[in-house]
């Protein structure tokens, strides 16, 4: 019987849909497009690391960021519904996806937001929260972020050994399709400021340009 810590095969993953979720146009903090086309200046990244509320919040609170949203990737099933992500038969994770500005953050420094603010070694999970869809991934869009991602998965590797923790579990992995989430998931924690927001993060700093 299939579990949803388990990767679900392309061939038994759901159907999905042709159309795309309706998303809002402006993002309900920063005011910014929340879809392409950005402006010219602007780069973007996308981070998997449990729960997309509060880890979105992390993001469009880093200064230099000009807009962010959330919704699944690195799976199969085209534009899936929350429903579908949660069952583990699409094999996306929860996923957020960040428009930044190069001149005022460095992709490394979105790295390191993204090793502190989650715990990489936990496999299909993060916390209570249990399933592939809370897996931890980076998806790459470039071989310049590959590389640099790679490199920060060593680095912060030497800050969880010596913290006494297990191995990184992270997937590293060239972007596939973004599918946005529902509209009432963007920016979830400043539409419902007491929503769920778990701290799954496991207390250690990364060390930019270390």
């Known amino acids: 019987m299939f579990g949803k810590s388990e990767m679900i095969d392309a061939a038994a993953a759901l159907p999905g849909r042709s159309n795309a979720m309706p998303v809002p146009e402006r993002h309900a903090v920063l ?5 392409p086309p950005w402006p010219q200046d602007i780069a973007t990244a996308v981070f998997a690391l449990g729960c997309f509320w509060g ?3 992390e993001f469009w609170e880093t200064p230099g960021v000009y807009s962010t949203a959330v919704g699944y990737s690195g799976g199969f099933t085209p534009n899936p519904t929350y429903e579908e992500v949660c069952t583990g038969r699409t094999g996306h994770a ?3 996806l960040v428009a930044y500005d190069p001149a005022r953050v460095s992709y490394e420094q979105l790295l390191a937001v993204f090793w502190e603010r989650h715990d990489p070694t936990q496999g299909m999970r993060q916390g209570n ?3 592939s869809q809370y897996r931890s991934a980076i998806f790459t869009n470039s071989d310049e972020q590959l590389e640099a991602a790679k490199r920060s998965r060593d680095v912060f590797q030497e800050q969880v050994t010596a913290a006494g923790m297990g191995t990184i579990t992270t997937k590293i992995a060239p972007q596939g399709a973004f599918y946005y989430a529902e509209d009432y ?3 979830y924690l400043e539409t ?10 496991c207390g250690l ?5 270390g």
């Open 205 to 209: 700093r990364y060390p930019v340009g």
């Open 192 to 201: 419902n400021p007491n929503g769920y927001c778990p701290d799954h993060s």
């Open 31 to 35: 005011g910014t497009p929340l879809q």
């Open 55 to 57: 880890a979105e919040k």
């Open 94 to 96: 929860e996923a957020v």
């Open 185 to 187: 998931h963007q920016q």
């Open 129 to 131: 929260d249990r399933g």
